[in-house]
């Protein structure tokens, strides 16, 4: 039963660490932003609120985001522990799941922030601008989901780290660089078992 947070600024290999993570610890990958972009693709309700502000870079509003993540951990899979990417990524969000762990007589096992400088991070996601034409990730967009991640998420790590420790991640090098280097902190220190 592992519960774990990866954080860390667009870019940083958030989403694709999740995959091998959720793998590697046999629980699954919980992502806000891939959630909310099935949902854009498929044009539901909740597509239709969220677009605008993932194409402008905003945060979408946190009521909405509360819910969403509430109901997705209530489903079955979720009960054996989860990986959440990309949320909490605001103060309020960080509240919302402290009542939900604190209701379900549960708490966090570790909070993972994968560290890569802005040089790198923009580098990369330029790239998937060309690779995979995300609605988000143009020049102007970019810069202001780098403003916002600095203003709403950068506070929420210094609240984690008051709260007793953010294992930071060096993400730079090789995805199975960055995997090895995850997994290897949380067995050492005692945190997560890999189940394979
Ligand atoms: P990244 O972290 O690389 O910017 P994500 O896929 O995590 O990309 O998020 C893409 C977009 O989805 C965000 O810019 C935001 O509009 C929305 N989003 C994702 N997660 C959240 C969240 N927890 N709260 C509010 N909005 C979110």
Redesign the pocket.
Known sequence: MTRLLLIGP??AG??TQAVRLSEAYGIPAI????I?RSNVKNETDLGKL?KS??DA????PDSV?NALVRARLAEDDAQRGFLLD?????VD?VRELDEFLASDDTALDAVVEIVADAEETVARLRLRATEQGRS?DTDEVVRH?LEVYARETAPIISLYEARGGVVKIDGHGSIDEVTDRIIAALSARGLAVPVQ
């Open positions: 667009p870019g958030k989403g992502s806000t932003g891939d909310f969220a502000y993932m870079g905003d945060n979408v985001t990309g949320y909490p990524r605001t969000q988000d989901r």
